[in-house]
């Protein structure tokens, strides 16, 4: 299943209001687990000015005030998501430390050399243009700025493979059409999950965006891939 931006926009306008529930089921409840590990991973660059691409409902970005940056912006392409993210933050008071930007990740309206980090949980694979998307991203960061990015991976061990293939494409979609109403769109995040490049197919797209130092560590048991690299 293909997308384009719009269409993307419209999906995920739909399910906004159950996405942080639904997030955590497609995840097994363990994404806020790999938030951390993605954090814990850019604390020693000390970033101060972070950029979040495909922030969706604020989660990454809410997350990352535990590096006591100056300021977070966040970018996604959804209005429903930044709608929900914006309720979020201001229910926590940081309006002042978070802005959010609608935009495709394909054409950030940033200046170049703006960002010491950058972070994408659970987007790229939504990304009209994946290696464009990336490029923009490197193109804002600052020289020796930082990306790092949570992307779900499919297990390798066999039998772990086939019980989670068997969750994401008959339980998964199930829950998603009683909670969200929509199961449509809980059919094409499975299939996106499993056509989009992993490991060192998703390592190279790193590298042909104009990354350096890229690498790609595996969490809980290959579920989730967190890769990085620099400018």
């Avoid at 997030?23 to 938030?35: K, V």
């Avoid at 999950?193 to 060192?200: I, L």
């Avoid at 590298?207 to 560590?217: E, H, M, V, Y």
């Amino acid at each position: 299943m293909t997308t384009d931006t719009r269409d993307n926009a419209r999906m995920f306008d739909d399910i906004a209001g159950s996405y942080d529930c639904l997030n955590h089921l497609l995840s097994l409840n363990i994404d806020r687990s790999w938030r951390r590990q993605a954090i814990r991973m850019l604390k020693p660059f000390n970033p101060r000015q972070i950029l979040d691409v495909a922030t969706g409902t604020g989660d990454f970005a809410i997350a990352a005030l535990s590096l006591n940056p100056d300021h977070i912006t966040g970018v996604d392409v959804s209005a429903g998501m930044l709608g929900k993210a914006r309720v979020k933050i201001g229910r926590k008071g940081y309006d002042n430390k978070i802005s959010l930007v609608r935009a495709p990740s394909e054409s950030l309206p940033f200046q170049d050399n703006s960002f010491d980090a950058a972070t994408v949980a659970f987007g790229v694979r939504n990304f009209d243009d994946p290696v464009q998307g990336l490029s923009e991203i490197h193109r804002v960061l600052k020289p020796g700025g930082v990306l790092a990015v949570l992307e779900f991976s499919l297990p390798e061990q066999k039998l772990l493979l086939q019980a989670y293939r068997f969750y994401f494409h008959r339980i998964l979609p199930v829950i998603g059409k009683v909670i969200s109403k929509d199961m449509d769109a809980y059919l094409y995040l499975p299939e996106s999950v499993e056509a989009f490049s992993k490991g060192k197919e998703f390592v190279g797209l790193l590298d042909r965006a104009g990354f350096k130092g890229t690498a790609c560590r595996l969490l809980t048991a290959g579920i989730c891939g967190l890769y990085s690299g620099t400018k």
